[in-house]
């Protein structure tokens, strides 16, 4: 079978419902096709979202990220109660935190890539000429959506199979941990959305002649 076969093979499997074939057909070379195509869609989709609804664009990763450290702070700040006032603890009060945390911390980097406050050496490329500034702009922008898309098949990779094998979130009865693990490849395509968003941005600049690189402020507002 022909890696495009293969490609082309996944959407239907996934409509079946049968984790153990979703598993097989992402193992496939053409999980990576599938995968591309996934996320660039899905980061313009979330980008014309975020154009046509500027409350979410401002609001919606914001509350992602305070209510679920609100949730980890919660879980902690009461089970060490109960743990060292009661002798008690909930078996699934050392496993959820983690997973919340991981969620919370991929949406912050999505949040961060529209601040522009990753590590970019704007110092450097604000003295460079403005076509220099838009090329490496674009190169940011193609190495996220690279590494979005590495994410995206790997983390659908994982959740498949924690689903064909029932795995269940350790300490809980009935939470299957695929509920959480499915949040990474979600994450990073509201991360390449963030990308299109910011690629788009520059490219207005260049042709309009505003300023392409800003000085970018950690904490500052989007």
Known sequence: ????????????????GDWWE?????????????GTVATLLGGLLIAFIYAAVPFI?????RTIMVYSYLGIAVIIFVEVIRRFVFSLQAPW????????????????????IRLRTHLAFNEFRMNMPRKMQFACLTLDAVLWLGFCIIIVVTG????????????ILEGTDN?????FLISLPIAFMMMAGRV???????????K??????SQAVIGGDA
């Open 1 to 16: 079978m022909s890696v495009w076969s293969e490609a082309a093979m996944i959407i239907p499997t996934m409509l079946g």
């Open 22 to 34: 979703i598993t097989q057909s992402l193992r496939t070379s053409g999980a990576w096709i599938t």
């Open 57 to 61: 664009d401002r609001h919606f990763e």
């Open 93 to 112: 009060s050392t496993t959820v935190p983690p997973v919340l945390f991981l969620f919370m911390a991929w949406v912050g980097c999505s949040y961060n």
């Open 156 to 167: 659908m990779r994982v959740a498949a199979n924690a689903a064909d094998n029932f795995q």
């Open 175 to 179: 939470i299957m941990k695929w509920w």
């Open 196 to 206: 299109i968003e910011n690629w788009y941005e520059d490219y207005r600049n260049l």
């Open 208 to 213: 309009s002649g505003a300023p392409l690189i």
